[in-house]
């Protein structure tokens, strides 16, 4: 599973029997949109237009807003409603997940999208199955049936009851059959699905999105259009957009004393619009590490390190300290490693620990960052946790960075013993914070496998359909990690949008789903 990648820089409930909603879309096809034209700059880029492709938060985002999905995540809600269907529902426990279509569908270019459409989008993109795409989320699929052309039957492998939020997410766009090859990628540039936009063009520095007149489905569009520009990863480009008024909002990339030095100014024309985030990061040990592999090393750094600081510090309190695998607002959500090492650091007990397994002399050891996946400000806070730890006199510590490429490598050989990851995740379920980070081939390449976590825990929740009722288990599971800390979670991210006068709706574009909604946001 990607680190969507993030793993950069995202409550749950899944319905079993989603009834009809009236939806505050258009069912006669007539969706013409109103008010003016917006335009978002954001610093990520679209890595792709083919969703059997993207599996970044670039291409997510065109994805959500240019395809529909069977079902989708409303503004403010971790729970799947639906989209493309008018209802879904699982039988045989969670082995067998059947929708029925929404009437009169149709794709942006006036084309039928029927069940055909959904078994093609499906089967193709796990035919496909692109190395930098969403079929990695799919291991539970074993066939795709349309029986008629109202109905699409998902058969299981096994249980899997965080299905519905899987196809909720952009990874369950629907193409048009007669558009896209059935087994290979499509690299032109285009786009042709069914959701509230159409894209008119797509290029290296900019996307341009229109109304899509044929939309049928529960969004509301409040503009007539959107230009989405892309700046590469240089926030100093995309703040002066703003501040120019060449961008209407400045979405994902503005560096943290960017939002807290216009939060501070007198300037009366830009808002910060904050809202909800599950984006979050972790220091990563590798177990198998002849210094961090013993648990008495990673214990004294877990009593040392200070996530207050870090927030103030190095992000100007744009995220919040983390004290758990389950960020706050999922489901699950505990705080096992507050509990366990506190908030605050405490020298006394750091060295309790490293005496207590013979360990004397100072620790020696490096920190290992990647700016270019994680943003520049990885670097100042992993200095500042060497700092932290090397102020108790217990460590002698360092940081190296390095580019993205040569990162990943290095952890894949076993060459890292500490290391930052990050996570957004592709869904608002707490499966999709754990089940990625244990056993084997996990996302975290660390080598930790705890046979509880993998043989019990993770496939007995994943098979419950009432989410409320994982509780238990994950809380359970979280404590095991707080003690045997293969992980330590440092931050869960808030989202930021800044916007000019004039700009709307941006609240009900950032939540815990992580879905960017075009259609929510208004000008004037």
């Known amino acids: 599973m990607r680190m969507r990648n993030q793993w950069l820089v995202p409550p749950l409930g899944v319905g079993l029997a989603a009834a ?19 335009v978002v700059g954001m610093s990520d880029d679209v890595q792709a237009t083919d969703p059997a492709s993207g599996y970044d938060p670039g291409s997510w985002l065109l994805f959500n807003n240019v395809f529909q999905s069977l079902l989708s995540f409303p503004s403010g809600s971790t729970e799947p409603e639906p989209e493309a269907a008018k209802e879904c529902h699982f039988s045989n426990g969670t082995t067998v997940y059947t929708c029925t279509l929404r009437d009169g569908l149709e794709f942006s270019n006036g084309d039928a999208l029927t069940s055909k459409d959904v078994k093609f989008s499906f089967d193709r993109m796990m035919k496909i199955d692109d190395d930098a795409g969403p ?18 039957v998902f058969k299981l492998k096994y249980a899997d009851a965080t299905f519905p939020s899987k196809i909720a997410s952009g990874a369950g766009s629907i193409v048009d059959r007669r558009e896209y090859p059935a087994d290979k ?24 999105f229109s109304v ?35 961008v209407d909002v400045a ?40 210094v961090v592999g013993k648990l008495a090393v990673r214990k004294a750094m877990a009593y040392l390190i200070d ?94 960075s390095v580019e993205i490429s040569q990162y990943e490598r290095d952890i894949a ?20 914070f754990t ?57 869960q991210a808030k989202q930021y949008a800044l916007v000019r006068d004039g700009v709307y709706g941006l609240e009900n574009c950032l939540d815990a789903s992580t879905v960017f909604r075009f259609w929510e946001i208004s000008k004037s």
Request: glycine share 10%; aromatic share 8%; with cysteine.
């Open 20 to 38: 009809l909603l009236t939806g505050c879309g258009s069912d006669d096809g007539e969706n013409a949109g109103s008010g003016d034209a917006v």
């Open 135 to 152: 079929a990695v989320m799919f291991p539970m699929l074993d066939k795709v049936l349309a029986p008629n052309d109202k109905t699409v």
């Open 185 to 208: 990628l499509r690299t032109d540039g285009k786009a042709v699905g069914s959701g509230p936009y159409r894209l008119d063009s797509y290029s290296k520095n900019e996307a341009d």
């Open 212 to 246: 899509n007149a044929t939309y049928n489905g529960t969004a509301e569009v409040k503009n007539s259009g959107v230009t989405l520009k892309f700046f590469h990863g240089d926030q100093a480009a995309l703040k002066k957009s703003l501040l120019d008024a060449d």
């Open 251 to 290: 979405y994902r990339g503005l560096a943290a004393k960017d939002i807290s030095g216009i939060r501070e100014s007198d300037s009366t024309d830009i808002d910060i619009v904050q809202g909800s985030s599950a984006e979050v990061q972790h220091l990563v040990f590798n177990m198998n590490d002849p």
């Open 307 to 400: 996530r207050d600081a870090l927030i103030s510090d190095v992000y100007d309190n744009t995220t919040t300290s983390l004290y758990s695998i389950i960020p706050a607002g999922i489901t699950g959500h505990n705080t096992a490693f507050f509990d366990t090492y506190g908030d605050r650091p405490d020298r006394a007990k750091a060295q309790a620990a490293l005496r207590a397994d013979g360990i004397t002399g100072k620790v020696k050891l490096t920190l290992w960052s990647t700016p270019s996946r994680y943003g520049p400000a990885t670097d100042a806070e992993f200095k500042a946790i060497a700092k932290q730890l090397n102020a108790s006199g217990l460590f002698d510590a360092d940081v190296k």
């Open 413 to 432: 050989s076993g060459k890292y013993g500490v290391y930052v990851k990050g996570w957004v995740p592709d869904y608002p379920d707490p499966d999709n």
């Open 435 to 491: 089940q990625p980070f244990f056993g084997k081939g996990n996302v975290l390449g660390n080598n930790y496998d705890n046979s509880t976590i993998t043989n019990t825990i993770v496939p007995d929740t994943a098979a419950q359909t009432d989410r409320s009722g994982t509780t238990e288990e994950y809380e359970r599971l979280q404590d095991i990690v707080a003690q045997q800390l293969p992980i330590l979670p440092l931050w």
